[in-house]
């Protein structure tokens, strides 16, 4: 793809980004208003899908570069991978993160004030997750200049993390051991 249509592909992009946030707060505005005290109930509905869709893609995308490495640089399967690849992290893992972010920081202050060890911890393998998140989006860039010098059992490694973090995490928020 030249330069030009790269650019144009970004420029669409950010304006599809740009309208998906404001359709996500006026959306949610208007849910807020609508549902009253029931708010809270929809924001963990939403958080819960949101966070769903984000583990959805973190499990998907490492897995893909297993694949990816495999394929010539250049060949019609590489190409693919890379569409697949970029059009995986923008269209679902990036605006899944955000809804889980904007949504769960919500709760945590609403629901509990930010108070419990539990949640500290929930945050913290959160953020731990999003670090894991960029490393992903890095990987996704490197893929696409054919730039990528990690063999397929690194992505194997790779894609049993975000499952692990994801254990931990719904074993904090259910059990509240601490």
């Known amino acids: 793809m030249s330069d030009a249509g790269n650019d144009n592909s970004t420029g669409q992009a950010m304006k599809r980004m740009a309208i998906g946030i404001v359709v996500l707060v ?88 930010f108070q419990g060890g539990w949640l500290h911890t929930k945050i913290a393998l959160v953020l731990v997750l999003s670090g894991l998140h960029g490393y992903l989006a890095g990987a996704v860039r490197k893929f696409a200049e054919d730039k990528n010098e990690k063999p397929a059992r690194h992505w194997r490694i790779v894609n049993e993390i975000p499952t692990l973090l994801m254990i931990a995490i719904v074993i904090l928020v259910i059990v509240k051991p601490f």
């Open 26 to 113: 006026v959306a949610t505005a208007l849910l807020y208003f609508v549902a009253g005290d029931g708010f809270y109930s929809w924001a963990k509905a939403i958080h819960v899908v949101a966070v769903i869709a984000w583990m959805a893609g973190m499990l998907y995308l490492p897995r893909l570069f297993v694949y990816h490495v495999d394929a010539e640089k250049g060949s019609v399967q590489s190409e693919t991978f890379k569409v697949m690849e970029r059009r995986l992290l923008r269209g679902i893992i990036n605006p899944a993160m955000i809804v889980t972010w904007v949504f769960g920081l919500w709760l945590a202050w609403k629901g509990f004030g």
